[in-house]
């Protein structure tokens, strides 16, 4: 994927609300069972909800409209399928285009919430009961100025490093909270015989970690660098403190601290490394203790999360990644707008999310006043909680600019192989960037 893209792997989804695999779209059930959407029930209302049509998505929209078919009992939603990535991506805007949007839909929130023209195609929400409960944190992910259009479906995540707490406690190794104190780990780790650092780049999207878990670190350092980085102001390989990220990927290299199966080795696998001690840091995302728990589910807890650190201890924080949002088009009206505002307000509420905690383990923390995290989440979880709770967190940047460039996880590879020196990635990145904003007609590139 891209510098401003969260991460994708194939098939898969690191949170509750996410896409999977891509089936075929408008497969329409309620609540579990298949059948056909229609105007009314009864003398109730009928509305419909396009979500993902893989299992995942699927069984937590079920439960969230089993719990609210059963406390609004005068109104149905079906459930209709879409495809996962480009595919699904295509047919919300397809759908938005021509008027033929269900009633309620969920999709990406951040800067590719801004591409499909909500000012145009969506329903206001703000001031509503709807967004009543949504937690500040998220406004901006579904607004256009002043107006708010969506509510958060899902957990936030982060992309940071976890970590072996038994080998940490064993070498005396406390969380770094600056690069400086991370390489000093690293060493410490690798004199044990340990492998510092776990790369797998057998799912190249892994290796952007380290470079797209930092954005909290540069946003912390220079605050309108996502604003600049918009307007063609600021440069991945003028920027120092953009930089940065790069260059430790290639320290992690440069210093042999990955795993000597870092070129084939894929997440289930670094995951393995991690739970049993063989390596000791993973950057990666947090929503990926779902593989950690099928790899080794006797460990889960024995692996703790903290956000990649930068240069001053007194800023650091996590770099954060947004839930998705769930909406109206505009061309909801009527008794079915009253309906899928209810839906709505259902989702973003304590009920909602204890429904999808039913459904599927919470990854991250619910964005949504009132809800609380089960007990029994994962250490991984509780920590990525902690970050919002002291408000040490940040956007990741796609969420604050809608450039991209399409060639970075193969980029970092190159320079986590020890093929490409960093300032030259960097460079190249840069160029890539161009080519892309340019496509989108952005100014100043």
């Known amino acids: 994927m891209t510098r401003t893209s969260t991460p994708r792997r194939p098939a898969r989804r690191v949170l509750a609300f996410a896409v999977a695999l891509a089936l075929t779209p408008l497969t329409a059930c309620s ?154 780990a690293a060493d410490k780790i690798k004199a044990a015989g340990i492998a510092p650092v776990i790369q797998t780049y057998g799912e190249t999207w892994t290796a952007q970690l380290p470079i797209l878990g930092d954005f909290h670190n540069i946003a912390a350092a220079e605050p309108d660098w996502a604003e600049d980085y918009t307007a063609n102001k600021a440069k991945d390989a003028t920027d120092p403190v953009a930089l940065a990220g790069f260059q430790h990927l290639q320290e992690i290299h440069d210093k042999g601290w990955a795993n000597a199966d870092f070129a084939s080795a894929k997440v289930p696998d670094g995951m393995r490394l991690l739970a049993d001690g063989k390596g000791a840091m993973y950057p990666i995302l947090s929503g990926n203790i779902t593989t950690l728990a099928q790899a080794a589910p006797d460990k889960v807890n024995d692996v703790g999360f ?42 973003a509420s304590p009920a909602g999310c204890d429904a999808q905690s039913q459904a599927s383990p919470p990854t991250g923390p619910y964005l949504v006043e009132g809800c609380t995290l089960p007990s029994d989440v994962p250490q991984v979880t509780k920590d990525v909680q902690a970050y919002f709770d002291a408000d040490k967190q940040s956007p990741a940047l796609e969420f604050l600019s809608p450039v991209k460039g399409p060639n970075l996880e193969q980029i970092c590879v190159e320079v986590g192989s020890g093929i490409t020196p960093a300032t030259d990635a960097a460079k ?7 080519k892309q904003a340019q496509q989108l007609g952005l100014e100043g590139w």
């Open 306 to 347: 903290f956000a990649l650190p930068g240069t001053d201890a007194a800023t650091n924080g996590l770099t954060a990644w947004f839930p998705n949002g769930v909406y109206i088009p505009n061309t909801t009206k009527d008794a079915k707008l009253e309906a899928s505002k209810k839906l709505l307000a259902f989702i």
């Open 31 to 184: 609540a579990g069972s298949l059948g056909s959407s229609s105007d009314s029930s009864g003398d109730g209302t009928t509305i419909t909800w396009l979500t993902g049509a893989d299992e995942t998505a699927q069984a937590t929209a079920k439960s969230i409209v089993a719990a609210f078919e059963k406390a609004n009992p005068g109104i149905t939603v079906k459930l209709d399928g879409k495809p996962a990535g480009g595919d699904g991506d295509n047919l919300v805007k397809t759908r938005l285009q021509t008027g033929s949007m269900a009633d309620v839909f969920d999709y990406n929130s951040g800067s590719l919430f801004q591409q499909i023209a909500p000012e145009k195609n969506l329903t206001k929400l703000t001031g509503d009961d709807a967004v009543a409960k949504v937690d500040d944190s998220y406004d901006a992910q579904v607004s256009v100025g002043q107006d708010m259009y969506g509510v958060p479906y899902g957990t936030a995540f982060g992309g940071g490093v976890m970590y072996n707490k038994k080998v940490f406690e064993q070498l005396g190794i406390q969380v770094p909270q600056t690069w400086a104190e991370f390489t000093a």
């Open 428 to 434: 190249l990145y840069d160029q890539d960037v161009q």
